[in-house]
T-cell receptor, first 113, second 115 residues
Framework: AQSVTQLGSHVSVSEGALVLLRCNYS??????LFWYVQYPNQGLQLLLK??????LVKGINGFEAEFKKSETSFHLTKPSAHMSDAAEYFC???????????FGAGTRLTVKP | GAVVSQHPSWVICKSGTSVKIECRSL??????MFWYRQFPKQSLMLMAT?????????EQGVEKDKFLINHASLTLSTLTVTSAHPEDSSFYIC???????????FGNGTRLTVT
C-alpha cells in the first residue's frame, strides 16, 4: 500500500524567502511521486513529477523537488517565494502507471509581503 | 496538454434531490477516471474508480447506491449524488488518466451545497 505524509499543515514565508514543503512517502513498490497546487475552489494543477531517472526534478513556476529513496522523501522547494505562490500544496504517490493516486493531507503556504 | 472538463463548477440543490456531475476528457481517451471528495481544509479522498464499459470500483465506506458512477464512453464519466443530504455538501473532483502516462489530469471541481 502507498501513503504520503506531509509535515506541517501550514507554512508561512516572507516574499523572496526559500520555500520548503516536506513530503515523506511509504510504498511497497518503486513509487511515482507528484506535487500538485490547488487554488481556492479550483482543481489541482501539476507542479512536477518523479517517475524514473533523474532524482532532481524541475517543475513549473520555479519549483523543484528531489527524490531521496534512502530518506523516503520528496520535498518541494523554491528559492524565492512570490505572493502568487500562496495556495494549498499536495504531495501524492502512485505505485506506478495506471493506478489511483493517494494524497497527503496538504500544506497551506502563506506568503507575507 | 491534456484537459479535463468538469461540469457544473458549483450547484445548490434541495435535500432529497439528485445531482449529476460530469467529467469529460477533452483531448484524449480516458479508460479510467477517478472521483475524489474534498472537505474544507482537507485532502482529497478517493471515492471510486470509474472504468469505461464496466462497473465502478468503490473505496471502502463509500455507498455505491448513493454515489452512482457511469462511464459510458472513453471521454465521459458521470457522478450522480442521489437523495442528497446536507452532509453530502462537499467539493467533488474528477481526474482522468491519459493512456500510457502519468500523472492524472484533474477537473476544476464541483462545489455541491445541499440545503
Amino acid at each position: 500500500a502507498q501513503s504520503v505524509t506531509q509535515l506541517g499543515s501550514h507554512v508561512s514565508v516572507s516574499e523572496g524567502a526559500l520555500v520548503l514543503l516536506r513530503c515523506n512517502y511509504s510504498s511497497s513498490v518503486p513509487p511515482y511521486l507528484f506535487w500538485y497546487v490547488q487554488y481556492p475552489n479550483q482543481g489541482l494543477q501539476l507542479l512536477l513529477k518523479y517517475t524514473t531517472g533523474a532524482t532532481l526534478v524541475k517543475g513549473i513556476n520555479g519549483f523543484e523537488a528531489e527524490f531521496k529513496k534512502s530518506e523516503t522523501s520528496f520535498h518541494l522547494t523554491k528559492p524565492s517565494a512570490h505572493m502568487s505562490d500562496a495556495a494549498e500544496y499536495f504531495c501524492a504517490v502512485t505505485p506506478g502507471v495506471g493506478n489511483d493516486m493517494r494524497f497527503g493531507a496538504g500544506t497551506r503556504l502563506t506568503v507575507k509581503p | 496538454g491534456a484537459v479535463v472538463s468538469q461540469h457544473p463548477s458549483w450547484v445548490i440543490c434541495k435535500s432529497g434531490t439528485s445531482v449529476k456531475i460530469e467529467c469529460r476528457s477533452l483531448d484524449f481517451q480516458a479508460t479510467t477516471m477517478f472521483w475524489y471528495r474534498q472537505f474544507p481544509k482537507q485532502s482529497l479522498m478517493l471515492m471510486a474508480t470509474s472504468n469505461e464499459g464496466s462497473k465502478a470500483t468503490y473505496e471502502q465506506g463509500v455507498e455505491k447506491d448513493k454515489f452512482l458512477i457511469n462511464h459510458a464512453s472513453l471521454t465521459l464519466s458521470t457522478l450522480t449524488v442521489t437523495s442528497a443530504h446536507p452532509e453530502d455538501s462537499s467539493f467533488y473532483i474528477c481526474s482522468a488518466k491519459s493512456p500510457g502516462t502519468s500523472p492524472l489530469h484533474f477537473g476544476n471541481g464541483t462545489r455541491l451545497t445541499v440545503t
